[in-house]
């Protein structure tokens, strides 16, 4: 299992090969750590981060990805080792470049 991300400069297509001209960057890397880390979030005190799906598809929008910035410090504090604090800091980054480019959505592929 594992969750990787991609940003992309518009809503993506669902379909691997036809999201391919909107793609800006992905993260592949970190999928198992940030599954793991992902999987303890708590949605009650975590809000949209709780949201994405380690097991299907969930995109967010700008809005959402820059809501979801405030969210970050928690789950460095969840971590349980340097993979799974490498795998959230990948996260901020990608959610940070989400949150500034207008228009642009976080492909988050569950396993």
């Known amino acids: 299992m594992g969750v990787e991300i991609e940003l992309h400069a518009g809503r993506p297509v669902l379909n691997w090969d036809r999201s391919r001209p909107t793609?800006?960057?992905?993260?592949?890397?970190?999928?198992?750590?940030?599954?793991?880390?992902?999987?303890?979030?708590?949605?009650?005190?975590?809000?949209?981060?709780?949201?994405?799906?380690?097991?299907?598809?969930?995109?967010?929008?700008?809005?959402?990805?820059?809501?979801?910035?405030?969210?970050?410090?928690?789950?460095?504090?969840?971590?349980s080792g340097p993979a799974q604090t490498a795998a959230v800091l990948d996260l901020e980054g990608l959610l940070r470049s989400c949150s500034e480019t207008p228009g642009s959505y976080l492909w988050f592929v569950g396993d």
């Open 23 to 79: 793609l800006i960057r992905g993260s592949y890397e970190h999928g198992d750590a940030l599954a793991a880390v992902l999987l303890g979030v708590d949605v009650q005190r975590q809000g949209s981060l709780g949201l994405v799906d380690p097991y299907g598809n969930t995109m967010f929008n700008e809005q959402q990805a820059h809501a979801s910035l405030r969210d970050v410090p928690g789950l460095l504090q969840q971590c």
